[in-house]
């Protein structure tokens, strides 16, 4: 394998990468002259130092040294730890630039790997800036060289953890205090045995998941609850599975976050999945509502349903209709029962069903739809879409957190099956980073 060169190179930068990084092309006068160069800390427009720090067949990566001539849309990074950390790797691009750079990775998404485009591009959907993480998890890893215990997201080399201090994408709470929670970690004798941390915040309450590997002696507890006492956490153990954790002491808080639009409370546990803006959910949820337009009456499918955040305010809107939700994580289901229960609402059903299945003996599948919403995981929803009765539906809306499984995703449905892309954008539920959330509707065919 040949070596990389570590001679300082200048290079004009085009445009950006799904990552986040530049994109530029080495000079006629390199070895490899015309070969794409990614670079880390560049954007489009400027004219940078680089070095070489990883080549491939195709490509080759390099990060910035010094920008030469800088573009007018970089701004100062807010984080202190910003070209460390790989949590926000956009920090340095104004935000309204960062949505429009999401945008174009959408579109070029389904272009490239869809074959489509939509009828008209939605306008980008935002929430909180900052401050609006409440839910994710923090690696943990004792350095003995140094003799400290690193607790952060990982490193732009993700082999390392970034020993953050503060971060303010997270919740105020907790971003503003993870000095605090290093220190308390390094100071635990199990800190060997603690790999990671997980947070999750409600509207009242903010719950911190500590994952051990051995036992914890009564020592660490006492220093974990006085923790929690000082900072206003409440703390969970997680010896083993997810079905192992636990509360400390006992105390259990009620988590739940509100959706006042429509007079919904979501109650859920530490580990479960819930949008992690909460201001671009309820702005999305509301979007995701009128593109689908329920009319009095029809029967409404929701799958990916989590613990109803659509579900519910869907059937809060669908009067006499009827909506269905289906989850593979049975414990979600329970949880989106009770939660349609505590919020009053008789006219949804939950179902519990692995959606990347055959789907054949489902006794849901087979009762009629008018219109379907679908929030799958990154890996998307094609298996799902090949067995549904499709003929029958009237609109489709797919939120997505992944733009190259909803490109591949509609092209089934425009290409093999005649539905049409009416209308697709993003949403930037993670604000700093590189992450791509969208939203896309669909017509089904036209009749002859």
Not at 7 to 35: C, F, M, N, S, Y
Request: aromatic residues 6%; glycine residues 8%.
């Amino acid at each position: 394998m040949a070596r990389l060169d570590h001679t300082p190179q200048t290079l004009h930068i085009t445009d950006l990468i799904h990552d986040g990084r530049g994109v530029a092309r080495w000079p006629d006068e390199h070895v490899q002259a015309g070969k794409a160069v990614f670079v880390t800390g560049a954007l489009p427009g400027e004219t940078v130092r680089v070095q070489q720090t990883a080549r491939s067949k195709h490509f080759d990566e390099a990060k910035t040294l010094e920008v030469l001539a800088a573009s007018p849309d970089r701004v100062q990074p807010r984080c202190p730890h910003f070209g460390v950390c790989a949590g926000c790797v956009l920090q340095h691009l104004a935000e309204d630039k960062q949505i429009e750079a999401k945008q174009r990775v959408l579109l070029e998404n389904l272009q490239r790997i869809g074959h489509v485009a939509p009828g008209s591009v939605l306008p980008p959907l935002r929430g909180d800036s900052w401050g609006y993480r409440r839910k994710g998890r923090l690696s943990v890893r004792r350095v003995e060289k140094k003799d400290n215990t690193l607790v952060g997201f990982r490193e732009l080399d993700p082999r390392f953890v970034a020993d953050l201090r503060e971060c303010h994408t997270l919740v105020p709470q907790l971003g503003l205090k993870l000095d605090a929670l290093g220190a308390l970690v390094d100071g635990m004798d199990g800190r060997r045995d603690i790999p990671q941390i997980e947070f999750i915040a409600g509207d009242a309450a903010t719950v911190l998941v500590f994952r051990h590997l051995q036992p914890l002696g009564n020592a660490d507890k006492t220093r974990l609850a006085a923790f929690g006492e000082a900072h206003g956490f409440y703390i969970f153990l997680q010896p083993g599975g997810l079905d192992s954790v636990h509360p400390l002491n006992g105390q259990a808080p009620r988590l739940s976050f509100q959706l006042p639009q429509w007079q919904i409370e979501l109650h859920f546990r530490p580990l479960d999945f819930i949008q992690v803006n909460a201001k671009l959910n309820e702005a999305m949820i509301a979007r995701a509502l009128d593109l689908l337009d329920v009319q009095p009456g029809e029967r409404v499918l929701d799958l990916f349903c989590g613990l109803g955040n659509f579900t519910l305010p869907l059937a809060r809107v669908a009067g006499e209709g009827t909506v269905v939700g289906v989850e593979g994580d049975a414990g979600l289901v329970a949880r989106a029962r009770a939660n349609a229960q505590h919020n009053g609402l008789s006219n949804v059903q939950f179902h519990a069903a692995d959606l990347a299945q055959d789907l054949a003996g489902q006794a849901w599948l087979k009762q009629g739809f008018d219109k379907l919403l679908l929030d799958p995981a990154r890996a998307g929803a094609l298996e799902v879409l090949k067995q549904l009765p499709l003929k029958g539906l009237k609109r489709i809306v797919y939120v997505s957190c992944h733009p190259g499984s909803l490109a591949r995703d509609a092209d089934y449905l425009v290409n093999a099956t005649g539905w049409t892309l009416r209308d697709a954008g993003v949403m930037d539920m993670f604000p700093h980073t590189a992450h791509v959330e969208s939203i896309a509707v669909f017509d089904p065919p036209k009749k002859a």
